[in-house]
């Protein structure tokens, strides 16, 4: 390899003068041998001693695993693949589009080489169900679906395979966790693993009471509260809240109702569980804020209350034409 031959002593100014002079050759490495030191150079440069030398080659590093698959893919399948994942601890979820499903472990490899993760999956179906879950297919690293995710200084343990879980959702975690006031009494209905009681709980001075119907998600809510040492903050409760609520003798400065599919269902009872000056943060999927300020609107007229809607806001997008949207209402008698 073509090399400049400097004292290293001046390796660094060399380097950058060759750099800027854009003369470096950026494949391989700089080698400091003795009292010397060998920048590789493309071509002869006037004032410098020319020299050849075994270089090592810098390592590559792919800017995408679509990259890595350049070889395995033609461009056009290369553009419908969706180079968006869901990085869950040390697991990732792809969606890889049907006309791929022939290379989808090609496609699994690549993302674990570009990822460096444990594991990676891909989702075979929608979220479904009451427990909130979906079918994944193990496609690289190791087929173990249970990890730690870290997130605003929380650690949150999950099993992928057994419950709902999105990353995606942690600035909208951080946003209400900021909205909280030192001293609220919170109830999250539908709470799966708990990633808005415990980033709550972390960082104000709150009671909470976390519900879920999927039993295996409490299981690890309750973990994670002992990973967190929140105990005495969080009271887990397993079961439909409808029967859940029918024990409790409490009303709520807060009802956290993130359940974007079904929890319009809800409404009367939060608007009955919530207290005079209370905030229901709602969320579902729609194409506006307009029809969930309705159902919100609506709840609380059939038991005499108002709402003042003080936020709305575009969580993520779910499908073209359609978002995750969150409706922040204070609710009085």
Known sequence: MKCVKVPLKQL????????EAGKMNMEYKIKAENEFGYI??????????????????????????????????TSEEIETLRTSFDTIGDIIILEIPDNLED???????AALKFTKRKSVYMKKSAVKGTTRVR??????????????????????????RNMYFSP??????????ENVSDGEK???MFCGIGPFPIVIARNKNVDIVAVDINEEAIKYLNENIRLNKLQGCIKPYVGDIAEVSKEFNTKFDRIIMNL??????????????????????YYEFSDSYEQGIKRLEAACLKKNKKVEIINTRKVK??????WHVAIDGKVTG
């Open 12 to 19: 660094n100014d060399a380097r950058i003068k060759l750099m």
């Open 40 to 73: 590789p150079v493309n071509e002869d440069v006037e004032g410098y001693e020319i020299v050849c030398m075994k270089l090592e080659p810098m390592k590559k590093v792919p800017h995408s695993f679509a990259e890595i698959l350049e070889d395995e893919l």
């Open 103 to 109: 290379k989808k472990f090609k496609i699994g490899e």
């Open 135 to 160: 079918d994944l297919e193990f496609l690289a690293g190791t087929d173990d679906s249970v990890t730690i995710h870290k997130e605003h200084g929380a650690r949150l343990k999950l099993d992928v």
């Open 168 to 177: 995606r959702l942690a600035t909208e975690r951080k946003r209400v966790m």
């Open 186 to 188: 919170i109830l999250d």
């Open 260 to 281: 974007p599919g079904l929890a319009y269902t809800f409404l009367d009872l939060a608007v009955d569980l919530i207290e005079d000056g209370g905030i229901i943060n």
């Open 317 to 322: 997008s779910t499908s073209p034409g359609e």
